[in-house]
């Protein structure tokens, strides 16, 4: 017997090829739609995982002030649109050979926050 | 591994059953070498909006016996994630199913390769919306 193939819970080449297309500016309606989805559960799930650590946090801790700790990540979660539109600035300055392949993927880093 | 330009196209059909039309127009791809399947996969959005996720292999095989001859993937592991399926499924309209499929255009890795070998740089690459080529040819008669 045949088994199907694994499908694991990350991003695979949809969810990729739709950001990319919206980095470099060439998104159709239904990759972009689709890339701010994922924009908002990656989003969801770093709120989730941040309201686990607070409630781990205030569980061991109770004197910690729980405001620091609602504090977010910095640099993970939702791009704000101002992020998005530098990115797709970037994606066109690349696309117009303005940026090299290093440079981009750098920018592009320092704008995700990675 | 040289691997050519790969497209995805997700085709939705109304109803709980996937049409196999598509199937032998496909194989008829596959078997002459102008495409390799690199993934396959299967949705049905319910009317309620709930969507079920299918293998080849966990549908009912009368309802993917034309779909049946591509069992073997070039892939173990599909290239698409529970992730990019998620994000179809709410692209599709309650009470459709849908067929996701991935390919390699293996009749453009030898001119892609041919171009890169001259020097080449690809500058732009477009599929030109069907509403646009009606437009110009229309405009050119």
């Known amino acids: 017997m045949i088994r199907g193939p694994r499908r694991v819970g990350r991003p695979g080449l949809i969810g990729t090829a739709a950001r990319t297309a919206v980095i470099a500016g060439t998104a159709s309606a239904v990759s972009g ?44 979660g939702a791009l704000d649109s101002a992020a998005l539109a530098n990115l797709e600035r970037l994606g066109q300055l690349h696309q117009q050979g303005m940026l090299s392949d290093a440079e981009f993927a750098a920018a592009k880093a320092r704008i995700l926050g990675l | 591994m040289e691997i050519g330009p790969v497209d995805y196209a997700v085709i939705a059909f109304p109803g709980h059953h996937f049409t196999g039309e598509l199937a032998p127009e496909l194989a008829r791809l596959v078997d002459g070498g102008i495409v390799r399947l690199l993934d396959l996969a299967f949705i049905k959005r319910s009317e309620d909006g709930t969507a079920e996720f299918f ?7 009368d309802e993917t016996a034309a779909f049946q001859r591509f069992a073997i993937r070039e892939t173990n592991d599909g290239l698409v994630s529970q992730d990019d399926l998620q994000l179809v499924a709410e692209e599709l309209a309650p009470g459709t199913s849908a067929v996701v499929l991935v390919w390699e255009n293996t009749w453009a890795t030898e001119i892609s390769a041919g171009v890169a070998r001259a020097g080449g740089q690809l500058v732009a690459f477009e599929r030109v919306p069907r509403s646009a080529v009606a437009a110009a040819l229309a405009d050119a008669a």
Do not use: F, I, K
């Open chain 1, 33 to 76: 739609r689709m890339a701010r989805r994922q924009q908002s559960s990656a989003a969801q799930q770093e709120a989730a995982y941040q309201a686990d650590v607070n409630a781990a946090a205030s569980s061991s801790s109770p004197q910690q002030q729980p405001q620091q700790a609602a504090e977010p990540a910095p640099g993970a």
């Open chain 2, 55 to 61: 293998e080849l292999e966990t549908l009912d095989a």
